[in-house]
Every structure is written in C-alpha cells, then in structure tokens.
C-alpha cells in the first residue's frame, strides 16, 4: 500500500520493534513518509531500521525507549523534536498483556499493564499535542483491543487497561475537534504476534481462537489507510465488532450465553 498523502510527514510510532508496529513502519516507508521508531529493544530497532533505509529513500530515526518510564518519555521526545522539528502523527502502539484469573495476576503485573497501556500512551500523547494544537494539524493514533469494549474472564487487568485506553481516546476527540487534529481508535481482536507469548503462556487461547487471528500486515494495512484521515474507529474484524454492541444492549444475556466462549483462554 502507497499513500502518497504521507511522503515526507514525520510518523512515530511506540512499540514499533515487532509486530504491527514493524508492519506500520514498513507500509509508512513505502509512502515516503519519515520515520522515529521507539521499543525497548534497540537491537531490533537498528535492524529494521537499517532494512528500510536500504529500501526507501527516507530518514529513519531509532530510540530506545520503555514507555512504562515516563522520565524517559519526555527526555526522548525532546530528542526527537530537535531531529525531526515536530510529528505529524503519532501510533501509540506500544502494549502488553497477561491472561489470568483476578485473584491471580500479581500487583507487579498490574501495575506494569497501566504504566505501559494506559500511562505511557498517555504521556507520549502529551508530548505531541501541544505542538499538533499549534499547527493545527496532527493525528493520534491509539492500538486499543476489541478487549475494551467486552470484558472477558481471565483478561480483566487487561481489558481495563484498554477500557481507559477508548475513554481517554473519545475525550482527546473531542477536545481537539477544534484544531484538526485526528484522533483514531484502532480495536483489533487476537493477532498473530509475539503479544500472546506473555499473555497465552500455556497457548491455549491461540490454539482455540486460531481461525479468527488476524495477520500483523492486515491490520497494519488497515492503520496506515486511516492516517490523516477523519476515521473515528477501526475495529477488527468487522463482525467482532457487532458483539460489543450487542453487549451494550442486552449485557445480561450477551454475558450468560458467551461465558463458555470466554472461558477458552
């Protein structure tokens, strides 16, 4: 895919290492667009790094960063405002999960899914906006989950951590309605990345869920299509997303008859 609305905008994007995030920053490249990649494994940035710039004519910048370290945000994102001047958009793609019963998932584990989901996209959003306002011009873009709007068992650290992650993204829509500045949700099911080798430890939801998993460059493709435009939601795949609002309307019943489906993690 080759949107030429991109060539020469500056696009960063959290998590980029592995995953849709590579994907992204593959698919932004062959736009044309300029790159600042950020994950905490500098080794995987600097080889794809180097795979795109033997590919496209462009500038791709790497920095190493934890987004659960919101000292390191700011201190990052100064580096990058002094290279690239400002960011046209900014992927927040960076995440994490553990799937456990509550009574199981550990207080480190908590507070790590917050500080990496919720706060550090947090943070990284503040770095831009200021700047996305006083050009008036910018998109955010927040990777989100199917899991924020249907809570399911096994997955409720989780799922909260992307509840917040869709309230915080319609609050930031509307309060920068008046500047042009897009904000867009991106709500995917399972996909076929290295996310489950934390969260699946004993593989048993990939193994069960395995017809439904999307491919990395599907949805990649599918965000990179958005970019700049006035896309309030994507959410993936489609029919996925007719439960959540079946949820909305009848809870009750949407919980009783889908537990035994839930319950497969």
Known sequence: MVKDQLKDK???ITGASGGIGAEIAKLC???????????RSLDKLQQLQAALLQKHQIKVDVFQLD????????????????????????????????????????????????????IGLMACTSMVLPKM????LGHIINIASQAGKIATPKSS???????????????????????????????????????????DEK????????KFILQPEYVAGKVVASMLTNTREINLPRWMNMGSIVY??????????GKKAFNKK
């Open 29 to 39: 490249a062959a736009s044309g667009a300029n790159l600042v990649l950020l994950a």
């Open 133 to 136: 306002r006083e050009r008036r």
């Open 67 to 118: 987004v659960s370290d919101t000292e390191k945000i700011e201190q990052v994102f100064k580096e990058i405002f002094s290279v690239v001047g400002h960011v046209d958009i900014l992927v927040n793609n960076a995440g994490f999960g553990v799937f456990r019963e509550a009574h199981e998932v550990k207080i480190d584990e908590i507070k790590g899914m917050f500080e990496v989901n919720v």
């Open 157 to 199: 650290v989780y799922s909260a951590t992307k509840h917040a992650v869709l309230g915080y993204t319609n609050a930031l829509r509307m309060e920068l309605s008046d500047f042009n500045v897009q904000v867009t949700s991106v709500n995917p099911g399972p996909i076929a990345t290295n996310f489950f080798n934390i969260a």
């Open 10 to 12: 500056n696009i960063v």
């Open 203 to 210: 593989g048993t939801y990939v193994k069960n869920v395995q």
């Open 248 to 257: 909305v309307l009848f809870p009750r019943l949407f919980e009783r008859i």
